[in-house]
Antibody, heavy 120, light 107 residues
Framework: EVQLLESGGGLVQPGGSLRLSCAAS????????MSWVRQAPGEGLEWVSI????????FYADSVKGRFTISRDNSKNTVYLQMNSLRAEDTATYYC?????????????WGQGTLVTVSS | EIVLTQSPATLSLSPGEGVALSCRAS??????LAWYQQKPGQAPRLLIY???NRATGIPARFSGSGSGTDFTLTISSLEPEDFAVYYC?????????FGGGTKVEIK
């Protein structure tokens, strides 16, 4: 059974930093792209970033480019999201999502999310 | 950026009724569109990928159709557990984008 467990969320002041982690199990982690998707309170879904399997490539939403960095450690089956220069508008639940088997930029498994609150 | 417009924003229906949800893209996304279901307090769940392929474990009452800019998610007969918010998402262009969602609520 695929499991994705996010951690690292919390309250941070504007301008601060956080690193989110997503521990994966139940599948061959190194073979799949992984993404972060966020959802502001009461709002819809917003894709944040993706990291490929194999030869590493990364992509970001314009709203986080230059501030967030996605990375992965295949030896630990973990994907990370380093978030710097945080803003109030980054407040959201952050979900880790696995790329779908036949469509890597769709998401076939999701974690339960970790809440990030940016406030003074 | 490809904008996905979902309509209507909210639908009020009764169990047993059928429903067709719309997702319109601002430019062609080919067949690279997915549908997700999200219930309150839960993570989204993949229903349909690449326009018409049901994800693993998804009941046959869910079906997807369309290509280019116009897509439809059809639920043939609503079960009580189907009342939720539905999102579409395209993977044809960067950045990946989601629609704003359609809430299907109990009438």
């Amino acid at each position: 059974e695929v499991q994705l467990l996010e951690s690292g969320g919390g309250l941070v002041q504007p301008g601060g930093s956080l690193r989110l982690s997503c521990a994966a199990s139940g599948f061959t982690f190194s073979s799949y792209s992984m993404s972060w998707v966020r959802q502001a309170p009461g709002e819809g879904l917003e894709w944040v970033s993706i990291i490929s399997a194999g030869v590493i490539s990364t992509f970001y939403a314009d709203s986080v480019k230059g501030r967030f960095t996605i990375s992965r450690d295949n030896s630990k089956n973990t994907v990370y999201l380093q978030m710097n220069s945080l803003r109030a508008e980054d407040t959201a639940t952050y979900y880790c999502a696995k790329g779908a088997v036949s469509a890597t930029r769709h998401f076939d498994n999701w974690g339960q999310g970790t809440l990030v609150t940016v406030s003074s | 950026e490809i904008v996905l417009t979902q309509s209507p924003a909210t639908l009020s229906l009764s169990p047993g009724e059928g429903v067709a949800l719309s997702c319109r893209a601002s430019q062609s996304v080919g067949s690279y569109l997915a549908w997700y279901q999200q219930k309150p307090g839960q993570a989204p769940r993949l229903l349909i990928y690449d326009a018409s392929n049901r994800a693993t474990g998804i009941p046959a009452r869910f079906s997807g159709s369309g290509s280019g800019t116009d897509f439809t998610l059809t639920i043939s007969s609503l079960e009580p557990e189907d009342f939720a918010v539905y999102y579409c998402q395209q993977r044809n262009n960067w950045p990946l984008t989601f629609g704003g969602g359609t809430k299907v609520e109990i009438k």
